[in-house]
């Protein structure tokens, strides 16, 4: 026992003798100066240098991998090629200087790479066209891009576009790491530009490709003008200071078909438009709203929310503006919710949920029924457009990531109740079954002789709540 103790104590005076270890130093933040030539499109010259990279392997997206060329890294004042699929410099892991060359015609087509619009235009995400190491070290990227200047005229032939965060000078431009995967479109061609300021906002309109549109170049600006006011109403100004959107012309098409927003680097929009689609329809049109409506929520990994969220409030503002009617409305929305319930015996928790209907639709039904909830628990004075207001004075545009516990937390504050919170429990993990025929009737949403819901009974028990939510008022 006493040797025991002997032993004991011997170890806690050796241990006292040494000071405790301190934590490994934080390696400096990685940074990548990229100089990127982008007057021809169909060979983006990038010149790279990485100081603090962390890795020895460069990393190309795998549908630019057949489009690639003379990428070789800088030794000893001779230019070494490298391997494109398997990209291993030593030297890039501290401090290194490499080339490569991609040909956006030859990049493998989706929506998640690259649009080309004719042989001379292309639209692409960030990661479609910057190399980065592997794993992505913690920093950012600068990029400057040779002949581009600030666009002021429509017409002007500037080559290359993008929604990333603007630098010191009109042509250079920033991307955190972070950001890298969720960063802001770009285009590369014949491209014409066109600033207009709406909202308090600054939005730099971006036409790709020479293709005739049937809106003219006023008739753009307005129609973004007017989007611009519509979701203002929502959150009181555009929710972003600057943005850049992406009119990319589809041949035939009478409609706006597709749009997507990419903003963690700056906020951006494609907009894929029919080339018959004239001033007269814009007010018809969901897409661009719908997009806009994004870039006032931050970006979350819970896409049933980010998306529920636009698909709900764009005929919403769309009706506060009087785009709309009220029966329209209420109407298309009593026949698209039932697509967001799925049939018996199915999971109902929206969290297990990912087709195009539990993310858009489920979605929108959860954010409908809590708009319908913070105003009942509230005597309709608070409702789901101060949780938006709340959140976005609070820097939570879709520039910025955001947990779902920041956003609970913040939805709290913003209507003193716990509305949300619930609702995440209840429909999103447990997956409880919505009554949705009680909640439209109690609405007073009513099918009409046609067994359409065409007629509105301001009788109803909710109607109250109801004609809130068409008008925006208490």
Known sequence: MRRAAWVIAGFVACAARHEAPKPAAKPPPARLELRVDARDAHAVRALAHFTNGGSARLIFQDETLSALSDVAVLREGAWTPLDPKNAVAAECASDCTFRYTIDLQQVERSFESVVAVGPDAFVAPSPSWIAHPAPMPDGAFDIAIEGAEDPSEFFSRVPFAT?????????????????????????????????????????EAVVVSDTPLALKEDEIATWIEDDAKCISQLYGHFPVPRATIFIV?????????????????????????????????????????????????????????????????????????????????????????????????????????????????????????????????????????????????????????????????????ATGTNALADFVERFAVKGERVDLAKLLADLGIKKGPERDFAILDDTAPLAALRRSIETGSR
């Open 163 to 203: 929604g990333l965060r603007r630098g010191a000078r009109a042509s250079t431009f920033t991307l955190p790491t972070r950001d890298y995967y969720e960063g802001s479109f770009a285009a590369f061609g014949h491209l014409r530009h066109r600033v207009v300021h709406a909202s308090g906002a600054t939005i």
């Open 249 to 413: 012309p589809i041949d035939g098409a009478e409609e706006v078909v597709f749009g997507k927003v990419l903003s963690l680097g700056g906020a951006s929009i494609m907009a894929l438009t029919g080339t018959r689609f004239g001033a007269s329809n814009t007010h018809g049109d969901w897409v661009l709203v719908h997009e806009m409506t994004h870039l006032g929520f931050p970006t979350m990994g819970v896409r049933w929310l980010t998306e529920g969220l636009a698909t709900y409030y764009e005929p919403i503002l769309r009706t506060r503006i009087g785009w709309l009617t009220p029966r329209a409305t209420w109407a298309a929305l009593a026949r698209s919710f039932p697509r967001g319930i799925p049939p018996e015996g199915a999971d109902l928790a929206l969290d297990k949920r990912d087709s195009i209907d539990d993310v858009y639709w489920g979605g929108a039904l959860f954010v409908f029924m809590l708009d319908l909830e913070i105003r009942r628990l509230t005597s309709n004075q608070k409702s789901f457009d101060d949780v938006v207001r709340y959140v976005l004075a609070r820097g939570g545009d879709a520039t910025v990531s955001w947990s779902l516990d920041e956003l609970v937390d913040a939805a709290k504050h």
